[in-house]
């Protein structure tokens, strides 16, 4: 989640110095004041709003909590075209294997039994996404991110290995993105593909029950920059001024 830095002396804006109506920022730091772009609050705003998608389960533990869906009920148009493609290479090699092991000679028949085998793992796939439910779970032992019943990719992570929460973009698919945990070390490490209002949610839970998000603004009504009428005046006073020049 973005936040506010002053461009003056580099200092984080804290959520009681950002005027969301005006777009207007304080730093107490240095006494400077900025506009921002509106973009920064819209996504703010938007991240904050994020509602648990209807087909995930979503359970709070003693531990953190635990988010589970069904593959076969979170199919969007990219993972359509995964299962088209499963289908039809299935298939396709399953015949060629198919017709290879009648051929008499025994190096034919071995490659058939190969590539009939290799269909099998598109089968497998298929089987996973009409079965399988994933979770993704924060407790004691970290972040776990587990399928089953078929067996497929699990990861764990250590709470003390996590710095960061991120969603990258997927080329030529705007509304999918890749959900990755950056490790202290440096090191990417690349959960699951999500369509976009998926990812969101993930990385919001996530970030909350790790105490990755940015400081939010009270509910209490009250004067973004601060109670001193006086704070306001000059704020306003300078912002004036920079303008004007």
Same mark, same amino acid.
């Given at each position: 989640?973005?936040?506010?830095?002053?461009?003056?002396?580099?200092?984080?804006?804290?959520?009681?110095?950002?005027?969301?109506?005006?777009?207007?920022?304080?730093?107490?730091?240095?006494?400077?004041?900025?506009?921002?772009?509106?973009?920064?609050?819209?996504?703010?705003?938007?991240?904050?709003?994020?509602?648990?998608?209807?087909?995930?389960?979503?359970?709070?533990?003693?531990?953190?909590?635990?988010?589970?869906?069904?593959?076969?009920?979170?199919?969007?148009?990219?993972?359509?075209? @995964?299962? !088209? +493609?499963?289908?039809?290479?299935?298939?396709? *090699?399953? #015949?060629?294997?198919?017709?290879?092991?009648? %051929?008499?000679?025994?190096?034919?028949?071995?490659?058939?039994?190969?590539?009939?085998?290799?269909?099998?793992?598109?089968?497998?796939?298929?089987?996973?996404?009409?079965?399988?439910?994933?979770?993704?779970?924060?407790?004691?032992?970290?972040?776990?991110?587990?399928?089953?019943?078929?067996?497929?990719?699990?990861?764990?992570?250590?709470?003390?290995?996590?710095?960061?929460?991120?969603?990258?973009?997927?080329?030529?698919?705007?509304?999918?993105?890749?959900?990755?945990?950056?490790?202290?070390?440096?090191?990417?490490?690349?959960?699951?593909?999500?369509?976009?209002?998926? @990812?969101? !949610? +993930?990385?919001?839970?996530?970030?909350?029950? *790790?105490? #990755?998000?940015?400081?939010?603004?009270?509910? %209490?009504?009250?004067?973004?920059?601060?109670?001193?009428?006086?704070?306001?005046?000059?704020?306003?006073?300078?912002?004036?001024?920079?303008?004007?020049?």
């Amino acid at each position: 989640m973005k936040r506010l830095i002053c461009p003056n002396c580099g200092a984080p804006i804290v959520a009681r110095d950002v005027n969301i109506q005006d777009k207007l920022a304080l730093c107490t730091q240095c006494d400077t004041v900025f506009a921002f772009s509106p973009d920064v609050i819209a996504e703010k705003a938007r991240k904050r709003k994020i509602k648990a998608p209807e087909v995930y389960e979503v359970n709070e533990t003693e531990q953190g909590i635990m988010i589970s869906f069904f593959w076969r009920k979170v199919i969007g148009d990219l993972e359509k075209i @995964a299962i !088209f +493609m499963f289908v039809v290479f299935g298939l396709v *090699l399953s #015949l060629v294997g198919g017709l290879l092991l009648f %051929e008499s000679d025994g190096v034919t028949q071995l490659l058939g039994a190969g590539i009939g085998l290799v269909s099998l793992v598109f089968y497998y796939l298929l089987a996973c996404f009409a079965v399988n439910k994933t979770t993704l779970s924060l407790d004691e032992q970290g972040l776990q991110y587990r399928h089953g019943p078929l067996p497929y990719s699990n990861k764990q992570i250590a709470y003390e290995e996590i710095a960061e929460i991120e969603l990258d973009p997927i080329k030529d698919w705007d509304n999918y993105r890749y959900l990755n945990v950056i490790k202290t070390d440096g090191q990417k490490i690349q959960i699951d593909s999500f369509q976009l209002d998926y @990812a969101e !949610f +993930m990385k919001q839970q996530i970030d909350e029950h *790790l105490g #990755l998000t940015d400081e939010e603004a009270s509910e %209490e009504p009250q004067s973004l920059f601060g109670p001193d009428p006086e704070l306001v005046e000059k704020a306003l006073k300078r912002l004036d001024e920079t303008k004007a020049k």
